[in-house]
């Protein structure tokens, strides 16, 4: 049995496998499977490995991909008959170890991943061929509700209507029809959407000749191009600012401006600006006087020369030392 998704050629279909087959030891046996609408797709003969057993046992073997044998087993022959699309594996002198389950399977192409604007709506397919026909079922990961508002459905389409970008992320459809543990395949997918910036400080307050950390948080897809400015001049990393920009998720960016040994001049409003293919958006923050060093990023550091400051915490738990030496 196996997934694949919707393409410009028609669905393969298993029209006929054979049912199941008793040989004795030393005997003969055929197993016959007839695929239509192949095409290019290779057809698999597979022995399924035991539930129970060694190891090797327990492993799933490729016997053939379309008329070519892969078993270097010299008792096991195929034949293809292409006007009836049948392939037929011959198993002679049976032995114990070819007593199994045989599977006849039609590899198709996957739907990986899908792309899409906001508000577009969006097929995610899933097919499946095998005997007894099986069923498919949509879930997404760590059971997050799918945008039909269940946390299941059953359908080869699962169908979203004005995607948005909260129901982006993964999801999986699996093939059951009661033969085996069933299939499963991945779809990821991506929404793309204009950047949306948020500031969780936008008013801060530094004193003279102290550092301070500007933030600004940036949701988009794809990703933004991130610029900061102040009274519309763009800022490059130099001898007052430093710039740091990392990733905390796909589709959320994090961006850092630290703004060095602060001067009267430095004061004001910072602006910062995101924008991809689809929009710009921009947000302010606000930096203003303190008389007191605001900690942090200012903690222990005078004036941003690495000179360290009295600290609190150090001067008491030197007391509390020189008192527990005295007790000697």
């Not at 030891?25 to 290019?40: D, M, N, P, R, Y």
């Not at 078993?71 to 049976?94: G, M, N, W």
């Not at 389409?157 to 085996?180: F, P, Q, W």
Request: proline share 5%.
């Amino acid at each position: 049995m196996t997934l694949r998704s919707v393409s410009a050629q028609r669905n393969p279909e298993i029209s006929y496998i054979s049912q199941d087959v008793v040989a004795d030891i030393g005997g003969t046996a055929e197993l016959k499977c007839s695929v239509q609408f192949a095409g290019s797709f290779p057809v698999l003969w597979i022995k399924k490995g035991k539930e129970y057993g060694d190891e090797d046992e327990q492993k799933d073997v490729l016997i053939s991909t379309n008329s070519i044998l892969l078993a270097r087993e010299s008792r096991f022959a195929l034949r293809h008959d292409p006007e009836s699309t049948t392939y037929t594996l011959q198993i002679s002198d049976i032995q114990d170890t070819d007593q199994a389950t045989y599977e006849c399977r039609c590899q198709i192409n996957l739907q990986t991943s899908v792309i899409a604007g906001e508000k577009q709506r969006v097929e995610l397919h899933c097919h499946a061929t095998g005997f007894p026909p099986p069923e498919i079922t949509w879930r997404r990961d760590n059971n997050a509700l799918l945008p039909t508002g269940s946390a299941i459905y059953r359908g080869n389409v699962l169908v979203i209507h004005n995607i948005k970008k909260e129901d982006r992320g993964m999801y999986y459809c699996v093939a059951t029809n009661g033969v085996s543990e069933g299939s499963r395949r991945n779809v990821a997918v991506e929404v793309e959407f204009p950047p949306v910036i948020s500031v969780p400080r936008p008013t801060l307050r530094q004193a003279l000749q102290y550092d301070m950390d500007l933030e600004c948080l940036v949701e988009a897809y794809p990703p933004p191009r991130i610029t900061w400015l102040k009274e519309d001049i763009v800022i490059n990393d130099n001898s007052h600012y430093k710039m740091t920009t990392f990733t905390t998720t796909d589709q959320t960016t994090d961006s850092n401006l630290r703004v060095l040994s602060v001067e009267y001049k430095q004061y004001g409003q910072y602006t910062c600006r995101a924008s991809n293919r689809l929009g710009i958006a921009e947000a302010q923050i606000q930096l203003t006087e303190s008389y007191e060093p605001v900690c942090p990023p200012a903690c222990n550091v005078y004036g941003g020369t690495g000179a360290v400051l009295p600290s609190v915490t150090a001067l008491a738990t030197a007391l509390v030392a020189a008192v527990a030496v005295r007790r000697w």
